[in-house]
């Protein structure tokens, strides 16, 4: 069986005419005709049912014309991955996560990755969620491990990694021995927040909203700054449940509302038209440690 064959078959069974289809592939009629008889032959079933000067398919036509059309997409699609691969000499993959996320998941993967793709170089970079929003929009980074915050575009792949909720990283004295806080009573200190100042304001808006109300907020840049701040009782940092970042003295306390978790939902993302063997892998490897 020629891919030819199967080209000239599919496209038959959408012009339903053997003279547009040899109009298509620059060939005359006969010659659509006679690599239709020899698929038959070859596959010992009839794809055609030809009723005078028509024709439609058969159950097994409209099998292999739906197979065969699968089949050449993907051809289609590992052409184009094959020369996007080729084209670049110094293979470089921008990851961006979500700088709240403080979970092993993304090392492990990448780890993982990296031992089978030994010829990539991948490059992260870290930011609140509108900021990585920004860079996948942009271009700027391939692939995004972030939180849900809007509705998924079509525009993009977005693929559930897991599903988490928020608690406070506060130390131990703080709140007694609860495991669980009513967010109406988490105000004793400031939340935490990891963020530059350009982000500031668009993150006190979002936990605002999300929190339920007018909260007070100490903005760091980095992990480090925000446990010196907790340590010192000077605040409590919101995390979500995959923080595994604990000392002796500090403890994690579940955030609830109205009696229920405060969700939160970590996803990755890719733009589909630049889509790549690459990325997809990661991805997998990504969902997969979560």
């Known amino acids: 069986m020629l891919l030819k064959q199967i080209e000239y078959f599919v496209v038959l069974a959408e012009e339903k005419s053997f003279t547009e289809t040899g109009y298509k592939f620059n060939v005359s009629q006969s010659a659509i005709s006679q690599q239709l008889q020899a698929l038959e032959d070859e596959l010992g079933v009839s794809l055609i049912s030809r009723q005078q000067k028509k024709f439609k398919l058969t159950e097994a036509g409209e ?3 739906n197979k065969g059309k699968t089949i050449l997409a993907m051809l289609e699609n590992l ?4 020369a996007d691969i080729g084209k670049n000499n110094d293979l470089i ?9 403080f979970g092993e998941q993304l090392n492990k993967a990448i780890a993982k990755f990296l031992k089978i793709y030994s010829e990539l170089e991948i490059n992260v970079f870290s930011g609140t969620h509108e ?9 700027d980074v391939a692939l995004a491990l972030s939180d849900q915050r809007r509705a998924f575009s079509e525009e993009y792949e977005n693929q559930f990694a897991l599903e988490s909720y928020y608690a406070i990283y506060v130390r131990e004295d703080i709140y007694n021995d609860t495991e669980m806080l009513e967010i ?3 105000l004793k200190l400031p939340f935490i927040i990891i963020a530059k100042l350009e982000e500031q304001q668009t993150e006190r808006n979002y936990f605002n909203d999300l929190l339920d109300g007018n909260n007070s907020y100490v903005f760091v840049n980095n992990l480090e700054e925000a446990k010196l701040l907790v340590d010192a009782g000077r ?3 919101l995390i979500d449940g995959i923080f595994n970042n604990t000392k002796n003295s500090c403890r994690i306390i579940k955030l609830i509302k109205n009696g229920k978790e405060i969700k939160k ?15 997809e892998e990661l991805a997998k490897l990504l969902i997969e440690e979560f």
């Open 131 to 139: 900021t990585i929003y920004e860079l996948l929009k942009n271009g």
């Open 265 to 279: 939902r970590y996803c990755v993302f890719w733009k589909k038209n630049k889509a790549n063997y690459y990325i």
């Open 93 to 101: 993959l921008n990851l961006g996560f979500l700088n709240s996320y």
């Open 235 to 237: 605040g409590q940092l």
């Open 63 to 65: 099998y292999f014309y």
């Open 79 to 82: 052409k184009k991955q094959t």
């Open 184 to 186: 109406e009573r988490a």
